[in-house]
């Protein structure tokens, strides 16, 4: 049985999903605008944290400025069980608007496969590209489901 905290301190029995939804709550509390990112497996535990609650495919950039501070964390695209449409120009268009040096992606796989498939390998690196013509640099892509995948400790960054 799972119990959490009401706002009189008395402990009450808890959906799973309240549980998650409080723990986001209070691992954004810590984790906000300005926090300095200083190791990937930072990321990555807040990334999957954040994603755990999807029962469908997310894909989100968290935004950097250039000492890795965090400006945002943007869900960038809404998808079905197996996928989610990515397009470049808006991705672009919300590191314009942050004044982004860098981001990092992640995006779950809610069949809890997380192995990157070619897809994923493809709109990584779509997006590197994409985004280094106005400067702003691609950190990692995690993938997220049963464990965690990382681009860059996998070599495909």
Same mark, same amino acid.
């Given at each position: 049985?799972?119990?959490?905290?009401?706002?009189?301190? +008395?402990?009450?029995?808890?959906?799973e999903?309240d549980?998650i939804?409080?723990?986001?709550?209070?691992?954004?509390r810590y984790?906000?605008?300005?926090?300095?990112?200083?190791?990937?497996?930072?990321?990555?535990?807040?990334?999957k944290?954040?994603?755990?609650?999807?029962?469908y495919?997310?894909?989100v950039g968290?935004?950097?400025?250039?000492r890795?501070?965090?400006i945002?964390?943007?869900?960038?695209?809404?998808?079905?069980?197996?996928?989610?449409?990515?397009h470049?120009r808006?991705?672009?268009?919300?590191?314009?608007?942050?004044?982004?040096?860098a981001?990092?992606?992640?995006?779950?796989?809610?069949?809890?496969?997380?192995?990157?498939?070619?897809?994923?390998?493809?709109?990584?690196?779509? +997006?590197?590209?994409? +985004?280094?013509?106005?400067?702003?640099?691609?950190?990692?892509?995690?993938?997220i489901?049963?464990?965690?995948?990382?681009?860059?400790?996998?070599?495909?960054m």
């Amino acid at each position: 049985m799972l119990y959490i905290q009401d706002s009189n301190g +008395l402990f009450i029995q808890a959906a799973e999903d309240d549980v998650i939804g409080e723990a986001i709550t209070i691992y954004n509390r810590y984790f906000c605008k300005g926090t300095t990112l200083t190791r990937p497996a930072e990321a990555a535990d807040y990334l999957k944290l954040k994603l755990a609650q999807y029962d469908y495919e997310v894909f989100v950039g968290l935004f950097l400025n250039n000492r890795h501070q965090i400006i945002s964390c943007d869900e960038l695209s809404h998808g079905t069980l197996d996928a989610a449409s990515v397009h470049a120009r808006e991705v672009v268009k919300a590191a314009l608007l942050h004044n982004a040096a860098a981001v990092v992606f992640a995006h779950n796989h809610p069949s809890g496969a997380s192995e990157p498939s070619q897809s994923d390998k493809n709109i990584t690196d779509r +997006l590197k590209a994409a +985004l280094a013509l106005i400067d702003v640099r691609v950190l990692d892509h995690f993938v997220i489901g049963e464990s965690v995948v990382s681009f860059a400790e996998q070599g495909l960054m």
